[in-house]
């Protein structure tokens, strides 16, 4: 692009956010020299992800180690019928590089362990979990609390979601919340494909607003829409003053 | 007339059958004998809400408050 042009076609791009209380140009520099690491590309991941992207966080590292199946195509909408079988992370990475080219997009196809963990998490701002199950969540919990990142959580079973966000050393972590020990699910969970869609969006906007510093997070509570219902609704987790995650900082705080 | 009402979300529901049931209660009763009473083992529940704030499941429940059970909602 000759001199000038490729800030006008940034300009024009994000005009609408732009012109948005609470972002402007300070706030898409904001976006722009942001790292957020969102773990999981799957039916939350790929909204997120989209989103991320569409908003111009400037460096977007995408952890999976999954390869594309078909049964994911009813609600992982970053992949295509031409990807199956293909890596996940190598799929999500195409699309975004084609929808915001201007971004950096660092690919981790690998999976998140507690050996890993920290590492990978320390080289970003903030983590976005897209994860399918409880393992993953409470070693990213267990990272970001050491780490002293903020990560957000997204869940989805059936016709429900939850989302909340963490703020370290503030609890109550996700430790505290699922300290019982409930049975995991038995086999694939049953999922409308449309809410990923709700619950990821409602993350990617959380994210964005920790990057700006803007509005109020979901910190403190989670959210849970409830899709048959048609109804939001939030509660107060407790907090576990014994929790081995976010216990003992808060007895010193 | 006295009553607690569960709401019941999800997987919960294959046992309970009805997303929101209320219960006569005279005074003060032990949740999990509630769980139990509908049939929904408890180990599968995750979360419990007491009138929006999480509580464990041995917590008991007066006439008017409002019960929510959730189970694990860890799919992505």
């Not at chain 1, 969540?137 to 989805?156: F, H, M, V």
């Not at chain 1, 607003?209 to 409830?226: A, C, E, F, M, Q």
């Not at chain 2, 949740?31 to 049939?39: K, P, S």
Request: hydrophobic share 40%; aromatic share 6%; glycine share 10%.
């Amino acid at each position: 692009m000759v001199d000038g042009a490729f800030e006008r076609f940034q300009n024009d791009r994000y005009f609408r956010q732009l012109i948005l209380p609470g972002v402007g140009e300070d706030g898409q520099r904001r976006l722009g020299q942001a790292k957020v690491l969102v773990i999981g590309t799957g039916g939350l991941g790929s909204p997120i992800l989209y989103y991320l992207a569409a908003a111009g966080v400037g460096t977007i590292g995408i952890v999976d180690n999954d390869h594309v199946d078909i049964t994911n195509l009813q609600r992982q909408i970053l992949h295509w019928e031409k990807d199956l079988s293909r890596l996940k992370t190598e799929s999500a990475r195409e699309k975004l590089q084609a929808f915001n080219s201007t971004l950096r997009y660092l690919s981790h196809a690998t999976r998140l362990t507690e050996e890993n963990a920290e590492a990978l998490i320390s080289e970003y701002d903030l983590v976005i979990a897209a994860v399918d199950n409880r393992e993953a969540r409470r070693t990213i919990n267990k990272a970001c609390y050491r780490l002293g990142i903020p990560w957000i959580d997204g869940g989805i079973r059936e016709y429900i979601g939850s989302v909340t966000v963490f703020l370290p050393p503030k609890g109550p972590c996700y430790e505290c919340i699922y300290r019982t020990p409930a049975l995991r699910p038995k086999g694939p969970i049953p999922l409308l494909g449309a809410l990923p869609g709700a619950i990821g969006s409602i993350e990617a906007i959380e994210g964005i607003k920790l990057i700006l510093s803007i509005g109020i997070p979901i910190t403190g509570r989670v959210l849970v829409y409830d899709a048959w219902t048609g109804r939001f609704d939030e509660f107060v987790p407790s907090q576990d003053p014994n929790c081995p995650i976010c216990g003992i900082k808060v007895k010193g705080s | 007339m006295k009553e607690v009402t569960l709401k019941i979300f999800a997987s919960l529901l294959h046992w309970a059958k009805e997303p929101e049931v209320r219960i006569p209660i005279e005074g003060p009763t032990a949740l999990r004998n509630l769980v139990e009473h509908l049939g929904i083992p408890e180990d599968e529940v995750a979360v419990v809400i007491r009138n929006g704030k999480q509580v464990k499941l041995d917590t008991e429940v007066t006439p008017g408050d409002i019960v929510s059970l959730f189970p694990v909602i860890d799919g992505g």
